[in-house]
């Protein structure tokens, strides 16, 4: 049982590229979100999703899109990477209404210079 | 504005003591309360959880606490052991989503 996959695991961007973070669940959840972690920060979310095809902005989604094509996938996508886009990207999945319920990926540690 | 603040970012504890993390939240519509272990390089994994409308929840060695007149929420480890070791992170709900503390490093030593 894989549960939440993230896919790259590490990513090295220069600044201006883009890039996609693709998440992965297999275990049939509704919601899906994007955190994103940094030193002394604690998690926040970036944005999130109720459903296949809807997606919500969280609390810092400046510079971040994301897509919910298919119930099992959510992309994070990063049109032109900026230094301040370093960090650890998180993926989680719930089921409706399980609000203990969050599986997280083990992220994406991306650096852009 | 962080709305959900542990407000110490380490504490060290002797095996066998008992560890008490700390959490405060600012939002009253806060409904459901959680707390999440991480290691490194690992994605956080949930530990235990509480509703606003209980006042205390047991599992194990963990045990949380909540005081909503004081918008206060503790973890209780006891006894401590070094596998506990990690960062702690105290969450909290009113939604679809999770806001999450700065999150405590907690260390328990031999």
């Known amino acids: 049982n894989a549960g939440v996959t993230q896919t790259p695991k590490f990513r090295v961007l220069k600044t201006g590229q883009s890039m996609t973070l693709l998440c992965a669940q297999d275990m049939n959840h509704e919601y899906m979100y994007w955190y994103r972690q940094d030193p002394g920060m604690g998690l926040r979310l970036i944005h999130y999703s109720v459903g296949e095809g809807t997606t919500a902005k969280g609390e810092v989604p400046d510079g971040y899109n994301v897509s919910r094509l298919k119930k099992q996938n959510f992309l994070l996508g990063l049109e032109s990477a900026a230094p301040s886009q370093t960090s650890v990207y998180f993926c989680?999945?719930?089921?409706?209404?399980?609000?203990?319920?969050?599986?997280f990926g083990s992220g994406t540690r991306l650096t852009v210079v | 504005d962080q709305q959900v603040k542990q407000n110490s970012p380490s504490l060290s504890v002797q095996e066998g003591r008992i560890s008490i993390l700390n959490c405060d939240y600012t939002n009253s519509m806060f409904d459901y309360f959680l707390w999440y272990k991480k290691y490194p390089a690992e994605g956080p994994t949930f530990l235990i959880s509480i509703s606003s409308i209980k006042d205390k929840n047991e599992d194990g060695r963990f045990t949380v606490f909540l005081n909503k007149s004081a918008k206060h929420l503790s973890l209780h480890i006891v006894p401590s052991q070094p596998g506990d070791s990690a960062v702690y992170f105290c969450?909290?709900?009113?939604?679809?989503?999770?806001?999450f503390g700065k999150g405590t490093s907690l260390l328990v030593t031999p």
């Open positions: 989680a999945s719930r089921a409706r209404g399980r609000v203990s319920g969050y599986t």
């Open positions: 969450a909290a709900s009113a939604g679809y989503a999770l806001n």
